[in-house]
């Protein structure tokens, strides 16, 4: 299947501080990425989906400012978490589907990368 | 708005004991429902995906249903790396996550 990473896996910051996130597509071009956080035992919270070439689609309630998204080419994504606070430490994955599976791209699964795990102190 | 609701919350099982996982959704016009496995600290792994009621899909000890209105998780004679948390994501203009069933799997 398609492969999805992210780096870094995990990373502990000061409060105030930014941190990027990356999200890559290793063996295929994924025009559309998600941005998903996750508090412990909670399911997956999508945050916004990324469009390559343009701006990303934030969910209702996601501070757009706050988590910037850059979708610069089809196979890398960035989050990042800007002015980091205690209260955003979380687990944040990225996933992408892989349109040369089907000619419908929505009912394409989605591949999700291993995760990130931020950490403000 | 859609919903996918999961059940139960947390399942234990004797290695051998078949049992299933539920996932109910309301969607009107669900335009396909996945299940994943996810493993403490990792993203979510690809399992099935199914479009229409009846529809079927297998992979070793797994095997997802669909109805109008459920789908089923049906795992056989697990052993204990079966153990993980199962999710199912389903909707119709966005796809949106259950919480999740928590499956362990004892020796």
């Known amino acids: 299947g398609a492969v999805v990473s992210q780096h870094p896996s995990w990373v502990i910051c000061k409060s105030g501080t930014s941190v990027k996130i990356e999200c890559r597509s290793l063996d295929f071009q994924a025009t559309t990425m998600f941005w998903y956080r996750q508090f412990p035992k909670q399911s997956l919270m999508l945050m916004a989906t990324s469009n390559e070439g343009s701006k990303a689609t934030y969910e209702q309630g996601v501070e757009k400012d706050k988590f910037l998204i850059n979708h610069a080419s089809l196979t890398l994504s960035t989050l990042t978490v800007t002015s980091a606070h205690p209260e955003d430490s979380s687990f944040y994955i990225c996933?992408?589907?892989?349109?040369?599976?089907?000619?419908?791209?929505?009912?394409?699964?989605?591949?999700f990368g291993p995760g990130t795990r931020l950490t403000v102190l | 708005e859609d919903q996918v609701t999961q059940s139960p919350e947390a399942l234990r099982l004797q290695e051998g004991e078949s049992s299933s996982l539920n996932c109910s959704y309301t969607?009107?016009?669900?335009?396909?429902l996945f299940w994943y496995r996810q493993d403490p600290g990792k993203g979510p792994e690809f399992l099935f995906t199914?479009?229409?009621a009846g529809e079927e899909k297998e992979k070793e000890r797994l095997k997802a249903t669909l109805t109008k209105k459920e789908s089923f998780l049906h795992i056989t004679a697990p052993k204990p790396e079966d153990s993980a948390t199962y999710l199912c994501?389903?909707?119709?203009?966005?796809?949106?996550f259950g919480k999740g069933t928590k499956l362990t799997v004892n020796p």
């Open positions: 994501q389903g909707g119709s203009e966005k796809l949106v």
């Open positions: 199914l479009y229409s």
């Open positions: 996933s992408a589907r892989d349109p040369s599976t089907s000619g419908r791209a929505f009912r394409n699964e989605q591949f």
């Open positions: 969607v009107s016009g669900l335009r396909g």
